[in-house]
């Protein structure tokens, strides 16, 4: 077998180790992305290595394509940035969603997408975001303990279910208040689709520029949340990661006029 060797020389699967031995396994692609064609987009790459990608994604890029979003999505730029590279492959470990900004991080191969899906479900991932919400948060801090469902009648929104609704915990603290409104700092211990969208809203104080859940465009044409901080430990190797993405143009200008 080419893909397996063992001390440089092909080897089968049920062939004996021993100790010293150096085992080199070619891990190969067995199919391309091909429902994801290749688009020439903006993209921001804050990191990337052999294993994974860490981008800053801007808000109105939905993360895979979809029937009304086919070509302008993050998956399209990356199929574009490896056009020549072979067999594409989109594994994002952290969603966001289509109007949220900021980073999230790719798998290059299917070793560090089970290893960084794991890592996710072990809430080995610290994910951060900022948010501009209407009113003064009380508590200024604390964490919200609200499973989340889908909203009857509904395939996008989504609800608080103390029933029916599966875990979702969101910590908060508020950074600063004026004129009505609060830029706060989250941190998520679990990932439910719209879970500080939701949260936030049902502790009252919703995001600005939120169409679903404060549909208020005052200020801003999208929900007002950006994902600053991703921290984990490198699926590969074990080295800590920190990368951080700065509030983009459109959330700094609603801070001018609030604040």
């Known amino acids: 077998m080419e893909h397996l060797l063992i001390n440089g020389t092909p ?5 004996p180790l021993h100790e010293g031995d150096i085992l080199t396994v070619h891990i190969v692609e067995e199919h391309s992305s091909y429902h994801v064609p290749p688009v020439e987009l903006p993209l921001s790459i804050v ?3 052999e294993d994974i990608l860490v981008a800053n994604k801007p808000a109105k890029m939905p993360i895979h394509p979809s029937m009304d979003n086919y070509y302008n999505s993050l998956a399209n730029a990356l199929a574009w940035y490896y056009r020549d590279s072979g067999n594409f492959i989109f594994r994002c470990t952290n969603r966001l969603d289509r109007d949220t900004s900021g980073l999230t991080v790719i798998a290059k191969n299917p070793l560090s997408s089970a290893i960084l899906s794991d890592m996710a479900v072990r809430h080995a991932i610290t994910r951060e975001y900022l948010a501009i919400v209407r009113g003064v948060v009380t508590p200024p801090s604390g964490t919200i303990t609200a499973p989340l469902s889908r909203k009857p009648g509904s395939i996008i929104e989504r609800c608080v279910d103390f029933e029916h609704g599966e875990r ?3 910590h908060y603290k508020t950074l600063e208040t004026k004129n009505g409104h609060s830029l706060v700092s989250l941190q998520l211990e679990t990932g439910r689709t719209h879970q500080i969208r939701i949260h936030m809203k049902y502790l009252g ?3 600005v520029g939120d169409y679903l859940y404060n549909p208020d465009m005052e200020f801003i044409t999208r929900q007002a949340l950006h994902s600053c901080r991703l ?3 490198h699926p590969i190797t074990h080295v800590p990661l920190c990368f951080e993405a700065p509030l983009p143009d459109d959330m700094k200008r609603v801070l001018l006029d609030v604040f």
């Open 205 to 207: 104080f919703p995001l």
């Open 47 to 49: 990191y990337e290595d």
């Open 168 to 170: 979702a915990v969101t």
């Open 231 to 233: 921290s984990f430990e």
């Open 11 to 15: 080897s089968r699967t049920n062939t």
